[in-house]
């Protein structure tokens, strides 16, 4: 079963630095996606960022980056520039493979706070 | 477009009420999903839909029953639920044969069971 670990609960950033948020992965699939998800407290779940396994360059959109380290089996999310409205939790996701169609499966998540 | 429509935004509703919540997209998304969010907890699925028929039921109470008229809604009806029941439902949609793709979720629909 695949696995998605963020150690981070919490994260203050001042306005306008760059923040990482960290996620880790385990996976025995060769192909596999990561995802990045933020959700404000209004709670819509709001795709950020994807990258496959196999993409040979880090994904960007964006103010979002993906640090994606396969050997390590990690995807950091780099935020640069924050805004106040980045203030949000943030999940980092996989998608799973059942029987019968695809789950995404979420990390812990982060809560992140963009101090003016 | 690419939204995902829930309605309605609150509910609330007794144990001995009937109610449903509703799911629409038109992305032309033939999986769609039901995920339930407990506070500061990440989402967990309840249901998928594949091709307009369920597919993966997690081992969710019958007191929660999906439904797919076709493949633009999807309906979660509620009967007999109890205070725990009480979560942030969320609606997701993506293309059901790739893992690579991302699902879409809708705003979702904040549930209090009194």
């Known amino acids: 079963a695949q696995k998605i670990t963020q150690t981070q609960p919490g994260m203050f950033v001042q306005e306008k630095e760059a923040v990482t948020l960290d996620c880790t992965y385990d996976?025995?699939?060769?192909?596999?996606?990561l995802f990045w998800y933020k959700q404000p407290s209004s709670g819509e779940m709001i795709f950020l960022i994807y990258q496959g396994s196999y993409d040979e360059q880090n994904a960007t959109e964006g103010r979002y980056s993906l640090n994606f380290q396969k050997a390590r089996k990690s995807a950091n999310l780099v935020i640069s520039a924050s805004q106040l409205g980045d203030s949000a939790m943030y999940f980092c996701a996989m998608r799973e493979v059942l029987t019968g169609g695809f789950k995404t499966i979420f990390g812990a998540g982060t809560r992140l706070f963009v101090k003016a | 477009d690419t939204e995902v429509t829930q309605t309605p935004k609150h509910l609330v509703m007794g144990m001995t009420n009937k109610k449903s919540l509703k799911c629409e997209q038109h992305m032309g998304h033939r999986a769609m999903y039901w995920y339930k969010q407990k506070a500061k907890k990440p989402p967990e699925l309840m249901f998928v839909y594949s091709y307009e028929k369920l597919s993966i039921n997690e081992s969710v109470p019958s007191r929660f029953s999906p439904e797919c008229p076709n493949s633009s809604l999807l309906n979660l009806h509620l009967h007999a639920l109890q205070p725990e029941d009480s979560a942030l439902y969320l609606c997701a949609s993506s293309q059901p044969r790739e893992a690579g793709t991302e699902a879409f979720f809708g705003q979702g629909t904040r549930l209090t069971v009194v």
């Open positions: 996976t025995s699939d060769q192909s596999y996606g």
